[in-house]
């Protein structure tokens, strides 16, 4: 005899529900899916055996992630642990919904689980009148349970997204190729525009952020003079140029413009121009992004062009779950289907084409260098997306690689193994990602003693001040204790260290007597040093002071 329990997790918790006639429920799986939609005939179906709520919405979104990730909550083993009877004479079978959450409950309790069949039938049924199943519970108190949890896991979702970082270069690949066609269109407007006026100028000037310049500075051609040629001249960099733009202004067929005119087209050029500059600062920062985040796959093919990719995959992520051969044509999907269809030649190449090394390569190796670069692509997003420390050895190794194979295909030289290679590399990023945790360790400490040091300054401010407010007046005997104690210590120093009298001068009896008893111990006269008024005056003073 088999028992059969169903694991049901809801916002509000989890639910265990036994099912009665396991064997015949299975036979009839059509039956099932009938009276699944009816609560009375499914309730002689299914009897609620345990229910465990959450204590908290945190609870709730805690348990809500372990089982995302297919990880056994503690709240959920202890669930099953007090409710699913594991031991008995009667097979206990565990049916859940989700499969990788169901390889850890049978790791976990060695248990059989059923996944498909009448269990999902069930889960239907249960999803459909968990409610009134569990009492207490009613209708809309689940269903805002269902949205509360629905947003947090959401929200904890988008703020621990793991893609997150290569979500910018997404964005700043896409605006970059927005100003290229924006910059390129109103380049073009100017140019037709400033064109009634100046004609000579475009052909003097093809290139558009230029023109747009110049268009800004020059103005009117009639105004143009030798004096303007130097900041010309600072424009062009071209001192020939300038001179053929100053000599065209002289005879040009242009009509005149007026005033007006004039300031709305130097007002769209200075737009114009101020978009080229913040193209120059987009593209900065897009190289600074992905050497941060893909670092090998920018040092190997370029900037511009792995973020293309990164974008067109969806994340780096996903590029680094692409094989080499989807990474090869990643970009000329249409030319493939197309190929297909008409059973023509499929596309050797899609966004890599844009790298440098293809267009190097003959006509008839083009395929096979893109073929390898796709391979070396593949390598480098896998290293850039699964590396905790991200440095660019081995896109630089790689990079070299596709050199020697671009050369092998140009004069034969055979290029050195893809083991040796990759063993030098993996030894010189050993050593990088060491001395950059090094670095890394050094800051943080840097950083958190001199928070420690500010902290404590902050503190001893603080009690210091309290200090002098309270304790003020009781501090002033203890400083004269103090001052009493030294002054008594440095009259005992200066009393030793005092040079004996002089001979002839006055001197007191015990003095006298200190006095012969040297002599006959040493034999010999001492020198007598009197006291000159001077230290007499000084020793007076610090007795009154002591005595104070």
Same mark, same amino acid.
């Given at each position: ?43 002689? @179906? ?121 979500? @910018? ?120 992004? @992905? ?148 670095? @890394? ?108």
């Amino acid at each position: 005899m088999v028992l059969l329990h169903v694991l049901f997790e809801h916002a509000a918790g989890y639910a265990l529900f036994a099912v009665k006639e396991v064997e015949e429920i299975g036979m009839l799986l059509p039956q099932v899916e009938e009276s699944v939609l009816s609560i009375g005939k499914f309730n002689s @179906m299914v009897s609620l055996a345990a229910f465990f709520p959450f204590k908290s919405a945190q609870a709730a979104l805690e348990n809500m992630n372990a089982i995302s990730e297919g990880v056994v909550h503690a709240d959920l083993k202890l669930f099953l642990e007090t409710n699913l009877p594991l031991s008995g004479k009667k097979k206990a079978v565990l049916g859940v919904s989700d499969a990788k959450i169901g390889a850890a409950l049978q790791e976990e309790f060695t248990l059989s689980i059923q996944t498909g069949g009448v269990v999902a039938e069930i889960g239907r049924g249960l999803r459909l009148h968990f409610h009134s199943l569990v009492k207490g519970l009613s209708g809309l108190a689940a269903s805002k349970a269902q949205l509360g949890l629905g947003h947090s896991y959401s929200r904890a979702k988008v703020k621990f997204n793991v893609n997150r970082a290569d979500n @910018m270069i997404i964005q700043s690949i896409a605006l970059l190729d927005q100003l290229d066609k924006d910059i390129n269109t109103f380049s073009m407007r100017v140019r037709e525009w400033y064109g009634y006026h100046f004609p000579e100028l475009v052909k003097i000037v093809p290139d558009n952020s230029m023109y747009c310049r110049l268009a800004q500075l020059i103005g009117n051609r009639k105004e143009l003079s030798e004096e303007s040629l130097a900041s010309l001249e600072e424009v062009v960099m071209d001192g020939a140029k300038a001179q053929a733009i100053l000599d065209a202004s002289r005879s040009s067929m242009g009509m005149d413009i007026s005033p007006i005119d004039l300031i709305n087209i130097e007002r769209f050029s200075n737009r114009v121009v101020s978009l080229a500059e913040y193209r120059l600062e987009l593209q900065e920062y897009l190289r600074s992004k @992905m050497s941060q985040v893909a670092p090998n796959l920018a040092a190997l093919i370029g900037e511009v062009v792995g973020a293309r990719l990164i974008s067109h995959a969806g994340s780096l992520t996903n590029l680094a779950k692409y094989p080499a051969s989807t990474v090869q044509i990643l970009g000329a999907e249409k030319a493939l289907f197309r190929a297909l269809k008409t059973r023509g030649n499929t596309p050797k190449y899609g966004l890599i084409f844009h790298s440098t090394f293809i267009g190097r390569a003959a006509a008839k190796n083009k395929g096979r260098i893109s073929r390898y670069l796709a391979n070396k692509c593949t390598i480098a997003s896998r290293i850039d997306c699964f590396s905790e420390v991200p440095t660019s050895v081995f896109g630089d190794k790689l990079r070299g690689q596709v050199e020697e194979r671009l050369s092998f295909y140009e004069t034969g030289d055979v290029p050195r193994k893809n083991v040796d290679v990759m063993k030098e590399a993996l030894k010189e990023a050993t050593d990088v990602a060491s001395e950059i945790k090094r670095k @890394m360790e050094k800051k943080e400490k840097k950083r958190k003693k001199k928070e420690k040091k500010l902290a404590e300054l902050d503190a001893n401010g603080e009690t210091n001040g309290d200090a002098e407010v309270e304790n003020g007046d009781a501090d002033t005997p203890v400083v004269k204790k103090k001052k009493k104690k030294q002054a008594a210590e440095e009259m005992e120093v200066e009393a030793e260290e005092a040079p004996a009298p002089e001979n002839g001068a006055e001197e007191t009896p015990g003095k006298k007597k200190k006095k012969r008893k040297a002599e006959a111990v040493d034999e010999e006269p001492a020198e007598e040093v009197p006291e000159t008024p001077a230290s007499e005056k000084k020793k007076k003073k610090k007795k009154k002071e002591a005595g104070d």
